[in-house]
């Protein structure tokens, strides 16, 4: 986002993030048995994928964009924005913790009935309480869309991969709303150590 965008207009972008990830919805469509195989692939990556560090690009709805360094280890996530500010978002443990340094914000929020809950439960289960929507697989491509079986109203999370030689790699975080708007994260430069990130990473402490 450029320097120059007014102080209302930022404020919308941020609160569109955190309205997208308290008020998404799709409509839940049964999987097919052939399905099973990418599907399982995919919970596997996302409960064994230890020490994740990305590049991102998160475009808002209106087409605002921020960026920073994402880190993951299976049930949390950090993303440090450098663009258009200094602002930081943890999830852990069930909750999420929003802190915009520039304006001394924070917001809490749980992230039980929210879409990003759907990346972030522990172990992954991609059956039962979680529907897969959607399974779409290219040639070096593969892609989950995900909602809570008892809570369509919650919305839609979608995870993109590269798909190369069989190995997976997060390419693309998305969620989507009940209008059909977007928050999008696409990650470059993905790695994975295969160690865990430290704890103090994902405390749910503003000043850390």
């Known amino acids: 986002m450029k320097p120059g965008f007014p102080f209302a207009t930022r404020r919308l972008m941020m609160g569109g993030l955190l309205t997208l990830l308290a008020a998404c919805a799709g409509v839940p469509e049964r999987q097919t048995l052939d399905q099973h195989g990418e599907i399982e692939r995919v919970e596997a990556y996302l409960n064994n994928t230890h020490g994740l560090q990305a590049s991102f690009v998160q475009t808002w709805p209106d087409g605002g964009k921020g960026q920073g360094v994402m880190h993951y280890d299976p049930g949390r996530l950090r993303l440090d924005y450098t663009t258009p500010g200094a602002m930081k978002l943890v999830a852990a443990n069930g909750r999420l913790l929003f802190v915009d340094h520039r304006r001394e914000s924070v917001t809490r929020m749980s992230l039980g009935r929210q879409p990003l809950g759907l ?11 979680i529907v897969v929507t959607a399974v779409q697989h290219g040639a070096n491509s593969l892609q989950l869309s995900l909602a809570r079986a008892d809570s369509a109203s919650q919305g839609i999370l979608t995870l993109g991969f590269s798909d190369i030689g069989g190995r ?24 994975a150590t295969g160690q865990s990130w430290p704890d103090t990473m994902f405390t749910l402490s503003p000043d850390d």
């Open 119 to 129: 990346l972030l439960d522990q172990p992954v289960h991609l059956s039962g309480q």
């Open 168 to 191: 997976l790699s997060l390419l693309v975080i998305e969620m989507t709303d009940v209008e059909r708007q977007h928050i999008r994260l696409d990650l470059t430069d993905t790695t």
